[in-house]
């Protein structure tokens, strides 16, 4: 299996047709505008020196710290660019549109009798939508009544532990969270105004109540649950293992392992709930979600992305990971007073991670000065932080790159050495 899927993008442009023959089959051809006859358009002005960025005064950087949507989640494919560049050369009914592409993701993902999905603006998006099509139902009056939750359901039980800043999604929609830590507390929190019980998967450690068991709680006591699962992929296989325990919404990031656009995200679950969270969604206007607005490109993009990534050799890519984090270990290990640890988050992120130490005695340097100093080399490379040292995950490198990070930190490490 090959993994060097980069791409030169001062080249993209000129190539796009001819790639887009190889993807899309023997005599069919790609143009940026219908009138341009099959040829694909250059570019003059701003891009025309094939580095945006560099245009703009803006650093890229080598990303050593996964798929945070604070450094533009992930890389898509060549695939993915060349399907949502189709789909830009036509008008569409957008809930048609939403209806088709859910139907085909519950299909490709073999997802229980009656549940289906949209696409939706992220993970953060089919969260507000999910709750808000559970508030209102189908009913006009209510959508266009949020967040006044007048005449509605308006609690949402979660755990303590699953307090985070992405619950803010779910406050938008005016409800109140309330917060159990126990079976008990739960039984107790259970009263006519509670609408769902939310569980954030990245948490299930932290809480008393783990994800099987929570859905099941809900369930005895006839209410809904919904499960943030954004970054747990991979294992490939939670992609239908939540639907399988029978949560009722999954939100899902679609711009992370996935690799597909970054604004978006997929929701899936109960039909009626998918069709609800939709009529309070863009494009339909005087709703909740009209701002958190997905387009035509972003939906066809994130059918064609999952495609491409149900069809991936995930344990060749595994090994490829931990090769790069091997590379970096062997290397940086050689530097007096270094040291290293891997690991595998048991949830989200869920991808080969190393941890790097070092003996104070024997190096000067914080690890927050050398994520620093890290940051502001050429080029650029960000690894994360802690109060031990740093840490880094591969599965976001470009080849080569590990090498790139093993020099600049061998470097660092002997800079900011001390005779012993």
């Not at 703009?56 to 660019?81: A, D, K």
């Not at 308006?154 to 938008?172: C, G, T, W, Y």
């Amino acid at each position: 299996m090959a993994f060097n899927d980069g791409w030169n993008r001062r080249t993209f442009l000129g190539a796009l047709g001819a790639m887009a023959g190889m993807v899309f089959g023997k005599g069919k051809t790609f143009a940026f505008s219908p009138a341009a006859g099959g040829a694909a358009a250059p570019v003059s002005g701003f891009g025309a020196s094939g580095n945006v960025y560099e245009e703009l005064g803006v650093t890229t950087v080598i990303n050593g710290q996964g798929t945070m949507t604070m450094l533009g989640g992930s890389l898509g494919r060549l695939e993915v660019e060349a399907v949502m560049a189709l789909a830009a050369q036509h008008f569409v009914s957008i809930p048609e549109l939403e209806v088709a592409a859910g139907k085909r993701i519950a299909e490709m993902l073999k997802l229980p009798d009656g549940y289906s999905a949209i696409v939706t603006s992220g993970a953060a998006a089919a969260m507000t939508s999910g709750l808000a099509g559970i508030l209102t139902g189908n009913d006009p009056v209510f959508i266009e009544q949020l967040p006044d939750l007048t005449g509605m359901k308006s609690e949402v039980i979660i755990q303590k532990s699953h307090r985070n800043p992405f619950d803010h999604q779910l406050r938008a929609t005016g409800a109140k969270l309330v917060v159990v830590e126990s079976r008990e507390d739960v039984k107790r929190a259970i009263n006519p105004k509670t609408a769902m019980m939310h569980f954030t998967n990245f948490a299930n450690a932290d809480g008393q109540i783990k994800a099987e068991e929570w859905v099941k709680l809900a369930h005895e006591n006839q209410i809904l649950a919904f499960i943030d699962a954004a970054a747990d992929t991979p294992p490939v296989s939670h992609l239908w293992d939540y639907a399988n325990m029978g949560y009722d919404l999954i939100a899902f990031s679609g711009g992370k392992a996935i690799r597909g656009p970054q604004c978006a995200g997929i929701l899936m679950g109960k039909k009626e709930l998918v069709a609800n969270a939709l009529l309070n969604n863009s494009p339909h206007e005087d709703t909740l979600g009209r701002s958190s607005k997905v387009g035509k490109e972003e939906i066809v993009g994130m059918v064609k992305a999952l495609e491409l990534y149900l069809k991936e050799d995930h344990e060749a890519l595994n090994k490829e990971w931990w090769r790069r984090l091997d590379a970096i270990s062997v290397q940086i290990t050689r530097v007096p007073g270094v040291s290293t640890a891997f690991s595998v988050p048991d949830v989200a992120n869920h991808v080969p991670h190393l941890e790097i130490f070092w003996d104070p005695r024997k190096i000067s340097i914080s690890p927050h000065d050398a994520s620093h100093a890290l940051r502001a080399g050429k080029p650029s490379i960000v690894l994360a932080t802690s109060e031990r040292g740093l840490f880094t995950n591969s599965f976001m490198l470009q080849p080569g790159e590990e090498k790139i990070i093993a020099e600049q930190l061998t470097q660092l490490f002997k800079a900011h050495g001390l005779a012993g």
